[in-house]
């Protein structure tokens, strides 16, 4: 059976329409804010005092989908929707703040926390208002000397 010429330029145009929107999907699957944090990435190192002090401006310096780790003192931690999250704030008194969304599998140790502990926390830095924002966050284990 014969196939029409208009037959052909919408089958040609169909997997064209494919190939594309597989290629944008594997591309957009290789993002930076999809990817896990893990104990073994190199980071960016920033506590919340030198974060207001210096008024590090994270969008000039490219940090933008970079993991930061950010020392600081928890103001806040809640559970709300299913998610945790915990509030960072510097030694200093200060209106800005660190929110770090965490991963799913810190809830063990997030039990552990306390409001006024001191603690460090890794994530994909995702930008700025007032407050510093961080997805996917995990609490580093303290490194042994063995």
Do not use: H, W
């Not at 950010?70 to 704030?89: A, C, F, H, P, Y």
């Amino acid at each position: 059976m014969l196939m029409s010429l208009n037959a052909y330029r919408q089958l040609f145009i169909l997997k064209l329409l494919l190939v594309v929107s597989v290629g944008l999907g594997l591309n957009s699957c290789t993002k930076n804010s999809d990817k896990m944090v893990s104990e073994s990435l190199d980071v960016k190192q920033f506590n919340v005092d030198q974060i207001i002090e210096r008024n590090l401006n994270f969008n000039e310096d490219n940090l933008i989908e970079d993991i930061v780790l950010v020392e600081g003192v928890i103001q806040d931690i809640n559970n709300l929707n299913n998610r945790s999250t915990i509030i960072l704030k510097g030694k200093k008194d200060t209106d800005r703040l660190v929110i770090c969304d965490m991963q799913k599998n810190q809830k063990l140790a997030i039990n552990n926390l306390n409001l006024g502990d001191e603690i460090s926390i890794k994530g994909i830095f995702k930008g700025t208002l007032n407050d510093v924002i961080l997805l996917n966050c995990i609490i580093p284990q303290p490194k042994t000397n063995e």
